[in-house]
């Protein structure tokens, strides 16, 4: 009996061997294939706070809306300060003026408070506007030179590095200076 069994289980053992081997060999190729597959596509990225930084169209850009921000500034000031004269010659002389005159000043107080509002909201629609469409300038041109810089090479993809969205980088596949030297070159060519 105990012979018996030896044989059974050595039989069991070879057989779990066997189907051991053949279950692992059968799967090797999957594995291979996928990874063959994966190392067909080439990613490279830059660094977003370098570009902005370094490329000289994006300093232009950034200058000129901070010019545009400073000279809503002193019209919002200039607003500003007309009111308080006005409030403070109020205060002053009020008591020298009559119903009318008080009333009336008021209203014109009224009026050029709303108008400091309307002023304060318009400026900041335009400038909101007028960064986006700006900024929209820069992405494209930034896409058109990424466009014919990956023309040589053979990129799948190529990211802007932001540490919110990267945990992970290769700094064999940062392009950064080739791309701040490119969009640079290319606005020195245009200028």
């Known amino acids: ?108 107080l009224a009026q050029l408070e709303k108008n400091y509002t309307n002023k304060e909201q318009q400026l900041s629609q335009e400038m909101q506007e007028e960064s986006f469409k700006r900024l929209q300038e820069v992405k494209k041109k930034i896409e058109i030179f990424l466009g014919k810089y990956n023309s040589n090479k053979t990129f799948s993809y190529i990211f802007s590095s932001n540490s919110d969205l990267m945990y992970y980088k290769d700094t064999a596949y940062d392009i950064t200076s080739d791309i701040i030297k490119g969009l640079n070159g290319e606005h020195k060519s245009k200028n």
């Open 1 to 108: 009996m105990k012979s018996t069994s030896w044989i059974v289980n050595g039989v069991m053992a070879a057989a779990i061997i066997i189907l051991y081997v053949l279950h692992f060999s059968n799967s090797t190729p999957v594995i291979k294939a996928s990874a063959m597959t994966g190392s067909g596509t080439k990613v490279a990225y830059f660094e977003i706070d370098s570009i902005q930084n370094n490329y000289e169209f994006f300093k232009e850009v950034k200058s000129a809306l901070q010019v545009k921000d400073m000279e809503n500034a002193k019209q919002l000031t200039a607003l500003k300060n007309d009111f308080a004269a006005k409030y403070q010659d109020l205060q002053k002389n009020g008591q020298r003026l009559t119903q009318a005159e008080v009333t009336s000043r008021q209203q014109e």
